[in-house]
């Protein structure tokens, strides 16, 4: 079934249900239907087939219209943000041949208008016209570029439909649901939270952003609003508190790893899902059924195949070999195949179908994962994998052991240099996390389960990660969060003492603490040695540090050894 035959039916079975409620606003299926049919009406005698137009994406009805709008009269558009650069949106423009622009009127219909002119381009007729040749498309969208430039990623509405079905089957989603529209409209994770709730004669609440913030006022959101369905971030679901007050039903992680600790916080108040996906591939490949928190120990599974796809594992080293359930373990990148796979990237010579071949078959997803017993795990981009001291490691993997360590809620792990300098390269790993677990504690566990290699130098524990806007940790903001200045103390030993705490993540390090016992490493016994110099222990060296027994061994010499 289309998106519209869906739409169509829940017209047709609950025209008196609630389809769209906003802040001050409920807007019946019957009254919806007529808005985005006139917008539809206007779209057809002003864009010819093929044509894109962009929609405002600001929160509100007048989106929501021109986007059902924009599929029932198969124009295919474009969510474009008046915060994003006049630039980017000039590039977004001029590349898709964008002329009108779809704005709300206070009562919530959608009108065209021409695109702002500082968005246009300078020489009108350099503009692309409708995209002959191509198989129907329903929206483009614009990657992230956190791995890269930003690219503009053809949908088709077929593979699209497949996937917006398996939802509102697995979800549950009826008239009686409500989901709340938590996605930024430029990110494709709201295609499928606005569409399962529309096609099934649910209803979708639309707020302003202000009101989704993580935390306090996403909590009373989800309270006040009656919100049954969700679908948002791991960084939304570790820094909101689930409450009884909620009448959540399904609630669902994705852009993002899933952690333990939040299927355990969640699963006491509504079935947790975990998704994955990504843009090249129409939004979301896999979904789990409701997480068990004692199954999510040692890791959460990305879920079983949704829409119209099939996935295999990449080997890194030797080509393609199917990921195939017997195996006990199994590690590779995630390749996405069949329908699912989208038109291809828009350039300015034309789209670039996916696939190795240019054939639109494949999408490699650049995400590592482990088939363990039948169970995909997601392991770790391949862009973030890291070469420390000779070793290949994947962050990620690191992460998600220290997340099963009591008390750790989130981690993060960066490749910074021990002495906080912004030279290229690094030579300690160095864990942020959240939760109340003692980093002393902590590097026991790690000790315990873990490669002696794959143990962080630093653990430092934070009360809040970075995030950018589109829910993904800022590893930047991490790395130059952590600084080694000059320290500001009274005495030479206390001085020792807050390096050690600086280099190790142990920032109540005392005199009867052992170096090494604490995480001190090599390169951190380098900088160690150069303080105790500074200091007036001129022939420090790394032998002193190696045969200490503690850290009072060496603080007690710098009197009788300074000059």
């Known amino acids: 079934m289309s ?12 025209p008196d249900g609630a389809a769209v409620r906003t802040a001050d606003r409920t807007v019946s299926y019957r009254e919806f239907d007529k808005l985005s049919q006139m917008f539809a009406d206007d779209l057809r005698a002003e864009i010819p087939p093929g044509g894109f137009v ?17 599929l029932r009269a198969r124009r295919p558009f474009v969510f474009l943000d008046s915060r994003d650069s006049v630039a980017s949106n000039a590039e977004k423009v001029a590349l898709l041949g964008v002329r009108l622009l779809a704005r709300s009127r206070e009562d919530g219909e959608a009108y065209l208008t021409d695109v702002p002119e500082a968005w246009r381009a300078a020489d009108a007729d350099a503009a692309r016209g409708p995209l002959d040749g191509e198989d129907e498309l329903c929206y483009a969208i614009h990657t992230s570029g956190s791995t890269g430039e930003p690219k503009c990623v053809l949908v088709r509405p077929a593979p699209l439909a497949a996937v917006v079905r398996d939802h509102v089957e697995q979800l549950s989603v009826g008239p009686q649901s409500r989901t709340l529209q938590f996605a930024r409209l430029t990110f494709d994770g709201c295609m499928t939270e606005i569409l399962w709730t529309l096609t099934a004669g649910a209803c979708l609440v639309v707020l302003d952003e202000a009101r989704l913030a993580p935390g306090a006022e996403l909590q009373e959101t989800l309270e006040r609003f009656g919100i049954t369905h969700l679908k948002t971030t791991p960084f939304a679901l570790t820094a909101t508190e689930p409450s009884r007050a909620m009448r959540l039903r399904h609630v669902i ?12 916080k969640w699963s006491e108040v509504a079935a947790l899902h975990n998704a994955y ?3 090249e591939t129409t939004v979301c490949n896999l979904l789990t059924g409701p997480l068990d928190p004692a199954r999510c120990r040692a890791g959460v599974p990305l879920g079983d195949i949704v829409g119209d796809c099939t996935y295999h594992l990449r080997d890194l080293d030797e080509g393609t070999a199917p990921a195939e359930t017997g195996d006990a373990v199994r590690r590779g990148e995630i390749v996405i195949t069949g329908p699912a796979v989208a038109a291809g990237y828009l350039t300015a010579q034309g789209v670039r179908p996916f696939g190795p071949a240019g054939d639109g078959t494949e999408y490699r997803t650049g995400d590592v994962a482990e088939l363990r017993d039948g169970d995909l795990y997601f392991v770790e981009r391949l862009d973030h994998q890291v070469k420390l001291r000779g070793y290949r490691l994947d962050l990620g993997e690191i992460e998600n052991t220290v997340c099963q360590a009591e008390s750790v809620v989130e981690a993060v792990l960066t490749v910074e240099s021990h002495d906080g300098s912004a030279a290229a390269g690094g030579d300690a790993l160095v864990c942020y996390y959240l939760g109340d677990a003692d980093p002393r504690d902590l590097r026991r566990h790690l000790e315990a389960v873990l490669d002696p290699y794959k143990v962080p130098s630093v653990l430092e524990r934070v009360e809040a990660l970075p995030y950018t806007p589109n829910g993904k940790v800022d590893r930047e903001s991490l790395r130059g969060s952590r600084n080694l200045g000059k320290d500001a103390v009274a005495t030479p030993a206390q ?8 280099l190790t993540g142990i920032g109540d390090a005392g005199p009867d603490d052992n170096f090494y016992a604490l995480g001190g490493d090599s390169a951190s016994t380098l900088l160690l040695v150069a303080k ?11 032998r002193d540090v190696l045969r200490a027994k503690d850290l009072r061994a060496l603080t007690d010499q710098l009197p009788q050894r300074s000059v």
């Open 253 to 264: 992680n994705g852009g993002g790893a899933c952690r333990s600790a939040v299927v355990a």
């Open 3 to 14: 998106l519209i035959h869906g739409f169509a039916r829940a017209v047709r079975e609950n």
């Open 532 to 542: 105790l110099r500074e200091l007036g222990w001129l022939d420090a060296g790394v």
């Open 54 to 70: 962009g929609i405002e994406a600001s929160k509100g009805l007048g989106a929501i219209t021109a986007m059902i709008g924009a």
């Open 277 to 279: 996906g990504a843009t």
């Open 495 to 502: 001085q020792v003492l807050t390096l050690v705490g600086r």
